[in-house]
């Protein structure tokens, strides 16, 4: 799941960085250590190092990097790279970032509430989406039929339209040449390089991204990797589409990644949700969409 690791490494402090507190434990190879910090650019807890302007990683700033990361996954906060942590870093997860910018960071020590909005939302509640690919047949479970994907997809919008009012109508084939290209948020399944900035890594590693709401033209554009072997209702063998895709709308609706637990949120899959159907957002979500939208007037948990 890592990308692209810088070359000048940063070999002064990758030892003290390594040693765990507790037992004793292996020390992980110099790789690890330069994925993790690539890990830690990535998600925005860690500028990236800048050798023409000799802007380079500091071990406290790596350390506080470290300790940002492991508070917001409700880790011990050493500030090493221990091994609940490189764990941490290798669990599939959402693609963008935890930490959209450093401001973000200071605003997360000081409210009090868990939940991150991305200061964006649409101008309007009456939402339109479309599909325009599908998962692979040959890599998917129990979905890859468009009326399955479809059916499903439709359940995760539900989600959110039930604490909030926002509503989601599937556009049509005539109706995306009187609306443009897909409608407000554009559904598909696409591999490796796609185009957006964020390509996927295979199984495994990033499962998919959204882009917030706006004026540009990948607002709401949400992406999941087509090299996962979807499903739902509980196969633990593949990725449950249903929870990937309600964590996915919320990123398309406005909301970034929550530190809270439990949260749909929350940057790390979390598993299938068994009864797609009657499935209920956590009090945290609810807050956050109810933050950007409003409340719908009856709700029945």
Known sequence: MFGTVYGLRWMTVTVSLFISTGHPSPTPMPDQYARGLDWLSRYGYLPPPDPRTSKLQTKDGVE???????????L???????????????????????????????????????YALSGLRWDRTDLTWSVHSYP????STSVFRPD?????????????????????????????????????????FTRSLHDDGYP??????????????????????THFDDDEYWSYGGDSSS????????????????????SSDPSIMRPYYQGAVKDISSY??????????????????????
């Open 239 to 258: 990725t449950d589409l249903f929870t990937v895709a309600v964590h996915e709308f919320g990123h398309a609706l406005g909301l970034s990644h929550s």
């Open 280 to 301: 209920n957002l956590p009090l945290d979500d609810r807050m956050a969409i109810q933050e950007l939208y409003g409340r719908v007037s009856v709700f029945l948990k």
């Open 148 to 188: 399955t994907v479809e059916a499903i997809l439709t359940l995760a919008f539900k989600a959110w339209s039930d604490v909030a009012p926002l509503s989601f109508r599937q556009l049509s084939g005539s109706d995306r040449e009187d609306m443009g290209p897909g409608g407000d948020i554009r559904v598909s």
């Open 64 to 74: 506080q990097a470290i300790r940002e990361m492991q508070r917001f996954g409700g």
């Open 200 to 221: 996927f890594d295979g199984r495994g590693g990033t499962l998919a991204h959204a882009f917030f709401p706006g004026r540009d033209d990948v607002a709401g554009d």
């Open 76 to 114: 011990e906060e050493t500030g090493r790279l221990d091994k609940d942590t490189l764990n941490l870093m290798q669990t599939p997860r959402c693609s963008l970032p935890d930490i959209v910018g450093s401001e973000d960071m200071l605003k997360r020590k000081r409210r009090r509430k868990r």
């Open 136 to 139: 692979n047949p040959s890599r």
